[in-house]
Nanobody
């Protein structure tokens, strides 16, 4: 189980932007590199859902609801992945979680993960 720490959430108006970060303090740059990294989110009363994923090689995939608005990137030297969220909508309000899978694909089911961190809260006001 890779320890991941999410940050960067907050309150923003609709149309605004936020950048989330997910760091892996327990890994070195070399051991971080092979992991696929993912963002999921869970809104109140809803199931946790896939948002974005990035592979070891930098290939990305996005949920249809965020495609064109969100961009995921990784910095292996900093052992960190980012989720740049633009043109935010009230429907993006959720707790955002990060997950990692060794040699993972660009998209993955949340059932692949049993343990989750605290996440970071994003609230988009209308």
């Amino acid at each position: 189980q890779v320890q991941l720490v999410e940050s960067g959430g907050g309150l923003v108006q609709a149309g605004g932007s936020l950048r989330l970060s997910c760091a892996a303090p327990g890994l070195t740059g070399l051991t971080f590199n092979p992991y696929g990294l993912y963002w999921f989110r869970q809104a109140p009363g809803s199931e946790r859902e896939f948002v974005a994923g990035i592979t070891k090689g930098g290939s990305t995939d996005y949920a249809a609801s965020v495609k064109g608005r969100f961009t995921m990137s990784r910095d292996n030297a900093k052992k960190t992945v980012y989720l740049q969220m633009n043109t935010l909508e009230p429907e993006d309000t959720a707790v955002y979680y990060c997950a990692a899978k060794f040699l993972g694909p660009p998209r993955i089911l949340q059932t692949q993960f049993r343990n989750w961190g605290q996440g970071t809260q994003v609230i988009v006001s209308s």
